[in-house]
């Protein structure tokens, strides 16, 4: 049995780049790529303030959910890659405002580096 998958791409949230989509949708879950805090309209970086690169990077991920006509809401699951611990809990109180209610499941990993070395990329997976 073939899979199905819907390649989901949006002009709202930073281009691929590299060898792999936005998103893909299979049947009703939608994975999503890593998100970096690349803003869409200028292609600049967003790395002054972990506060503000991750806000820029929940923004990217909820450009990406609304292409696929879901939601935070959604969210299943996560994972945060973080190019620092030490910045472990601002971006754990900008996550905890986009998942209040009844929050996916999670992991927060330090890595040594991140694409454009930014300091931190967040994936998602979602159910509708």
Not at 75 to 94: E, H, P, Q, R, W
Request: overall charge negative; some cysteine; glycine content about 6%.
């Amino acid at each position: 049995m073939e899979t199905i998958k819907k390649i989901i791409s949006t002009p709202n949230a930073p281009a691929a780049i590299g060898p792999y989509s936005q998103a893909v949708l299979s049947g009703n879950t939608l994975y999503c790529s890593g998100q970096i805090a690349l803003n869409p309209e200028t292609g600049n970086l967003v790395t002054d303030d972990i506060t503000i690169e991750t806000q820029q990077v929940l923004k990217n991920i909820g450009a990406v959910l609304q292409e696929a006509g879901m939601n935070y809401s959604h969210v299943v699951k996560a994972t945060i890659f973080l190019a620092s611990m030490d910045d472990y809990a601002s971006v754990n109180g900008v996550y905890a405002t986009y998942f209040s209610d009844r929050p996916p499941a999670r992991e927060a990993v330090a890595v040594k580096t991140l694409p454009k070395n930014v300091h931190v990329e967040i994936s998602v997976i979602a159910v509708k």
